[in-house]
């Protein structure tokens, strides 16, 4: 690492006394207190990772940057929640994230989705990546971002797809054992995305059943299968358990892991197991605090580190 930084650096004109390098992990974000550790988790995994990088964190949502802004502003809120720090009261966007970085001086920069999947807020990034990377000057010198590049979400397919679902579903194992434990069938929520292909998820539950059995399902809140559809395939199964064990398929146990899965509403998925006659458990912890998950952003990282830089020797070939 350490050469491919020097070399790096010395492409961009630095005298080896410039800025570090940064990372920018960027992640939906949630406003749940006790699901910001499980973003905190990968942060601190990254930085074991990539010592010589000042790493940053961004949210992709406008609405929970603005809760924790409010949230800044409320001394009673921080007094009852004194485990939350600064970084995340002031998070920004990957874009001002990325700006105030630029503007400190010309450096290296990794941007790592912490997305599942490549969905809306995936894709909004990578545009805003790839935009910066293509921003050109009229002198090559005083180009903003002359290094700059984006790693895959977990479940990325453009490159090495069946290896980041076999990564997942390493990752996912404990889960699994813990749902044979319980003699129960897993039951796991994505988010979903009714604007794009989500097929990815059929893809990694194929991979899971291959792995683990025909007892472990994948549904989502915002596109399909939608939770009513994975009780009836639960429930169509011969043999399948009469106990389930729900957990979210996303790196927070935010909101919709708290309230659409675990909530009291007549619609949540606890109580859609239920009123079908299940016996239902819950797991409410996000996958980043799963360190073999959060891992799987740091082999992305390392991947997305050398693109960069063969990119930077390419150019100082030029």
């Known amino acids: 690492m350490a050469a491919f930084l020097a070399g ?4 961009n004109g630095s005298d080896g006394d410039g800025p570090k390098p940064a990372i920018v992990l960027a992640a939906f974000g949630t406003t749940e207190v006790g699901a910001v550790d499980s973003i905190l988790n990968i942060k601190r995994r990254v930085q074991a990772a990539f010592p010589g990088y000042d790493v940053h964190l961004a949210f992709t949502s406008n609405i929970i940057r603005g809760i924790w802004r409010e949230r800044a502003n409320d001394a009673d809120f921080q007094r009852a929640n004194p485990g939350i720090p600064a970084e995340i009261y002031c ?3 990957a874009m001002a994230t990325l700006g105030l970085l630029q503007d400190t001086g010309r450096r290296p920069i990794l941007v790592q989705s912490l997305h599942v999947t490549d969905g809306e ?3 909004d990034l990578e545009n805003l990546v790839n935009t910066l990377a293509n921003y050109d000057t009229m002198k090559p010198r005083l180009k903003p971002f002359p290094r700059i590049g984006i790693g895959q979400p977990a479940l990325g397919l453009e490159d090495g797809g069946e290896a980041n679902l ?3 579903a390493a990752a996912l194992e404990p889960l ?3 749902a044979q434990a319980r003699g129960a069938a897993l039951v796991l929520m994505a988010h979903g995305n009714e604007h794009l292909n989500q097929n990815v998820f059929a893809k990694l539950e194929s991979v899971l059943r291959h792995k683990f059995g025909n007892t472990v399902y994948i549904g989502t809140v915002e596109a399909e299968p939608l939770g009513e559809d994975v009780v009836r395939a639960v429930r169509a199964t011969p043999n399948a ?3 389930v064990l729900l957990a979210p398929l996303m790196v927070v146990a935010g909101d919709h892991a708290v309230n659409d899965m675990a909530g009291e509403d007549d619609d949540s998925w606890l109580n859609l197991f239920q009123a079908a006659g299940f016996d239902v458990e819950t797991h ?3 996958l980043g ?3 073999s998950w959060a891992d799987i952003y740091v082999e992305h990282l390392k991947e997305l580190e050398q693109q960069v830089m063969a990119r930077a020797g390419q150019d100082a070939a030029e």
């Open 284 to 286: 409410l912890v996000g």
């Open 166 to 168: 076999n990564r997942a």
């Open 241 to 243: 358990p009469k106990k």
């Open 176 to 178: 699994w054992r813990e």
């Open 8 to 11: 790096v650096l010395q492409v």
């Open 121 to 123: 807020e995936y894709t």
């Open 91 to 93: 998070v920004r966007s």
């Open 289 to 291: 605090s799963n360190d």
